[in-house]
T-cell receptor, first 113, second 116 residues
Framework: GDSVTQMEGPVTLSEEAFLTINCTYT??????LFWYVQYPGEGLQLLLK?????DKGSNKGFEATYRKETTSFHLEKGSVQVSDSAVYFC????????????FGSGTRLSIRP | EPEVTQTPSHQVTQMGQEVILRCVPI?????FYWYRQILGQKVEFLVS????????KSEIFDDQFSVERPDGSNFTLKIRSTKLEDSAMYFC??????????????FGPGTRLTVL
């Protein structure tokens, strides 16, 4: 079945460092891909998405490119801030079951001032 | 900004007891969902609900689970006889459209269920 694998955390970086969180997926056909973020004490929020190959999703300085050839959707940010500390979830939705989101296990990110 | 709320934030129960987890979706939403995350594992889809019916459910959602929209505002998940393995964070979500483009799913902060 469809699945998402993302790098394990926690990831700890200094402020202004470059961030990459790896995500790969397994799915038939052409899923839509997402990154969700969960700030402490809050719910899951959609951060960005891409719905077809080579699409780049971006939001709040974060970017991820849908790479069908490598089945990847890595999250990147050029200069992280303390306020980016959160748990990040990679996810997919398959057209055959679009009401269901399939999540990765989440990566906890901590940014040191 | 409207948000999905969940109560309680943490529920502790004894094995075999019934629990009801409550969610108040965003008021004009029509599609409702439950997900769960066992500690250290993935967030898993449980069930989706529309027009007072279950529209899709996972294999996790067995006869011990039920969902209900008892009034115009609440959406509940009931576990009839809890097991140790039901200990998890349970997330409620609501959305404006189904077969939902998932960016229309708005998530609550979760209820942590601990079964002793």
């Amino acid at each position: 079945g469809d699945s998402v694998t993302q790098m394990e955390g926690p990831v700890t970086l200094s402020e202004e460092a470059f961030l990459t969180i790896n995500c790969t997926y397994t799915a038939t056909g052409y899923p839509s891909l997402f990154w969700y973020v969960q700030y402490p004490g809050e719910g899951l929020q959609l951060l960005l998405k891409a719905t077809k190959a080579d699409d780049k999703g971006s939001n709040k300085g974060f970017e991820a490119t849908y790479r069908k050839e490598t089945t990847s959707f890595h999250l990147e940010k050029g200069s992280v801030q303390v306020s980016d500390s959160a748990v990040y979830f990679c996810a997919l939705s398959h057209p055959s079951s679009a009401s269901k989101i399939i999540f990765g296990s989440g990566t906890r990110l901590s940014i040191r001032p | 900004e409207p948000e999905v709320t969940q109560t309680p934030s943490h529920q502790v129960t004894q094995m075999g007891q019934e629990v009801i987890l409550r969610c108040v979706p965003i008021s004009n939403h029509l599609y409702f969902y439950w997900y769960r995350q066992i500690l250290g594992q993935k967030v898993e889809f449980l069930v989706s609900f529309y027009n007072n019916e279950i529209s899709e459910k996972s294999e996790i959602f067995d006869d011990q689970f039920s969902v209900e929209r008892p009034d115009g505002s609440n959406f509940t998940l009931k576990i009839r006889s809890t097991k140790l393995e039901d200990s998890a964070m349970y997330f409620c979500a609501s959305g404006t459209s189904g077969g939902a483009a998932p960016d229309t799913q708005y998530f609550g902060p979760g209820t942590r269920l601990t079964v002793l």
